[in-house]
């Protein structure tokens, strides 16, 4: 029973693999929906009221940089005028859309690799999802299940089609330059000169569209331009974050309202910036978000890249979802401070290279110990995930720490040391045999 837990997801018959992570799938959206209902509403929370009038077309109560993620509450109106529904239920329509969507690619990649089979389980029981549905009105939850589909057509090789898909990302939300980027190195070798001018020109033109689109907003509340605006966040949040040092401005005095120190500047309706005093708040809060959001996950994708990191990756899929999720996990504390969100920008790296990672270890635990060991790993998240689900965040960083403690030293008597060569080769031969047992059954399925 231990060893068909932790057998390989691609060993099961396609049938049960199926079964498996739609089972999956369920599990996943019942204890999201289960925490909003547990949760204030969905349409008050956050930065909801600026989608919620951009839907309705009420751009008087929208503002700069809020204008700029402007396609997924377009969407919503069309269902509203579509359906003759509210605001309200336009949103839960696409949310629900959005999350069945992203699901579903997520384990339609999964079940193709080698990890064990209680991670289509792992997957499903995160926080991350938790807070995600939460959030359904803002453009995260839309965004994610473009991003799934531009994650399928890496997979599919249809680089054309990818590079198309900047387009409605980038009218989605202005991070879409980021994507533009890892994806023009991940996929840059495979990119005809063509897909790169497709790539660059659409997320330009997308830029473009949302300008206009978002010029009956408000501008952002220090009345700067947008680009210095977006710019701007980056050393004051990194300060905050980072360095623990708490930013005041003329404009932003929630913090403080005498700062210790003051510097003169003219940048709109900025004339002062400061130092409020220093503060651990960022740190805690940081590390509260990496050890809990995607549970034990981190720590088994951090151990299965250093064992694997002297190989290059040749999946375009595996490298942009390396690239883009570390670039996600390092600018989130630059971005702002809702972190349990900012790191969620991250999941590809957690749900899509992870599983792919198990492709590329040849060495599989063999004796029962070991077996034990990786289900045990496995009931640690399991435990994280519970730990920070019921207390919602309001937990001891040292519970989190032990629980991370406990999941390594199984971890590494799982996967134990790394292999010799020759123990790689024997590996690759039996992974090599075990594939061509199950092309063979998958043909005597057809023949039946």
Same mark, same amino acid.
């Given at each position: %029973?231990i060893?068909?837990?932790?057998?390989?997801?691609?060993?099961?018959?396609?049938? !049960?693999?199926?079964?498996?992570?739609?089972?999956?799938?369920?599990?996943?959206? /019942?204890?999201?929906?289960?925490?909003?209902s547990?949760?204030?509403?969905?349409?008050?929370?956050?930065?909801?009221?600026?989608?919620? $009038?951009?839907?309705? +077309?009420?751009?008087?109560?929208?503002?700069?940089?809020?204008?700029? #993620?402007?396609?997924g509450?377009?969407?919503? &109106?069309?269902?509203?005028?579509?359906?003759?529904?509210?605001?309200?239920?336009?949103?839960?329509?696409?949310?629900?859309?959005?999350?069945?969507?992203? /699901?579903?690619?997520?384990?339609?990649?999964?079940?193709?690799t080698?990890?064990?089979?209680?991670?289509?389980?792992?997957?499903?029981?995160?926080?991350?999802?938790?807070?995600?549905?939460?959030?359904?009105?803002?453009?995260?939850?839309?965004?994610?299940?473009?991003?799934?589909?531009?994650?399928?057509? !890496?997979?599919?090789?249809?680089? /054309?089609? $990818?590079?198309?898909?900047?387009?409605?990302?980038?009218?989605s939300?202005?991070?879409?330059? /980021? &994507?533009?980027?890892?994806?023009?190195?991940?996929?840059?070798?495979?990119?005809?000169? &063509?897909?790169?001018?497709?790539?660059?020109?659409?997320? *330009?033109?997308?830029?473009?569209v949302?300008?206009?689109?978002?010029?009956?907003?408000?501008?952002?509340?220090?009345?700067?331009?947008?680009s210095?605006?977006?710019?701007?966040?980056?050393?004051?949040?990194?300060?905050? =974050?980072?360095?623990?040092?708490?930013?005041?401005? =003329?404009?932003?005095?929630?913090?403080?309202?005498?700062?210790?120190?003051?510097?003169?500047?003219?940048? +709109?309706?900025?004339?002062? @910036?400061?130092?409020?005093?220093?503060?651990?708040?960022?740190?805690?809060? @940081?590390?509260?978000?990496?050890?809990?959001e995607?549970?034990?996950?981190?720590?088994?994708?951090?151990?299965?890249?250093?064992?694997?990191?002297?190989?290059?990756?040749?999946?375009? !899929?595996?490298?942009?979802?390396?690239?883009?999720?570390?670039?996600?996990?390092i600018?989130?504390? %630059? *971005?702002g401070?809702?972190?349990?969100?900012?790191?969620?920008?991250?999941?590809?790296?957690?749900?899509?290279?992870?599983?792919?990672?198990?492709?590329?270890?040849?060495?599989?635990?063999?004796?029962?110990?070991?077996?034990?060991?990786?289900?045990?790993?496995? +009931?640690?998240?399991?435990?994280?995930?519970?730990?920070?689900?019921?207390?919602?965040?309001?937990?001891?960083?040292?519970?989190?720490?032990?629980?991370?403690?406990?999941?390594?030293?199984?971890?590494?008597?799982?996967? +134990?040391?790394? $292999?010799?060569?020759?123990?790689?080769?024997?590996?690759?031969?039996?992974?090599?045999?075990?594939? $061509?047992?199950?092309?063979?059954? #998958? !043909?005597?399925?057809? =023949?039946?």
């Open positions: %029973m060893r068909a837990f932790n057998a390989p997801i691609r060993s099961l018959p396609p049938a !049960l693999r199926v079964a498996a992570g739609l089972a999956a799938i369920i599990c996943c959206l /019942l204890y999201a929906m289960y925490g909003i547990h949760s204030e509403s969905v349409f008050i929370a956050g930065d909801a009221r600026f989608y919620i $009038a951009m839907a309705t +077309g009420d751009y008087s109560q929208v503002m700069q940089p809020f204008a700029s #993620r402007q396609l509450a377009l969407f919503v &109106t069309g269902l509203m005028h579509w359906l003759h529904c509210t605001v309200e239920s336009g949103f839960l329509i696409e949310g629900t859309a959005s999350a069945v969507f992203a /699901l579903v690619a997520i384990y339609y990649l999964a079940l193709k080698t990890a064990p089979r209680w991670f289509l389980f792992a997957v499903a029981f995160v926080p991350f999802w938790s807070f995600l549905l939460q959030d359904l009105v803002l453009p995260d939850l839309w965004y994610s299940a473009l991003l799934a589909l531009l994650l399928l057509l !890496l997979q599919e090789d249809q680089m /054309l089609a $990818a590079a198309i898909m900047m387009f409605p990302l980038m009218l939300r202005e991070s879409t330059s /980021l &994507t533009l980027v890892c994806f023009l190195i991940a996929a840059w070798k495979r990119l005809r000169w &063509t897909d790169r001018v497709v790539a660059v020109v659409l997320t *330009l033109a997308g830029s473009v949302v300008k206009h689109l978002a010029m009956r907003a408000q501008p952002n509340s220090e009345n700067l331009p947008e210095i605006y977006m710019l701007a966040k980056v050393p004051w949040n990194f300060m905050n =974050n980072v360095f623990g040092l708490v930013p005041w401005s =003329n404009v932003n005095t929630q913090f403080c309202a005498v700062p210790r120190w003051t510097f003169p500047v003219h940048l +709109g309706r900025v004339h002062a @910036i400061g130092i409020c005093g220093f503060s651990d708040t960022g740190w805690v809060l @940081i590390s509260e978000a990496v050890l809990s995607f549970g034990l996950l981190p720590l088994l994708l951090g151990f299965l890249w250093w064992r694997s990191r002297k190989a290059n990756p040749s999946s375009v !899929l595996l490298r942009f979802a390396l690239l883009y999720g570390t670039a996600s996990l600018l989130a504390p %630059m *971005l401070t809702w972190f349990a969100r900012l790191i969620g920008y991250a999941w590809p790296i957690f749900f899509v290279a992870l599983p792919l990672l198990f492709d590329r270890i040849p060495c599989k635990p063999t004796t029962l110990g070991r077996e034990c060991a990786a289900l045990g790993f496995f +009931g640690a998240h399991m435990l994280l995930f519970s730990v920070a689900y019921r207390w919602f965040w309001i937990t001891q960083l040292e519970v989190n720490l032990v629980i991370w403690a406990i999941g390594y030293f199984l971890l590494r008597y799982w996967l +134990g040391t790394e $292999a010799h060569p020759a123990d790689r080769s024997r590996a690759q031969q039996d992974q090599s045999i075990e594939l $061509a047992r199950e092309r063979a059954v #998958r !043909l005597d399925l057809g =023949n039946i």
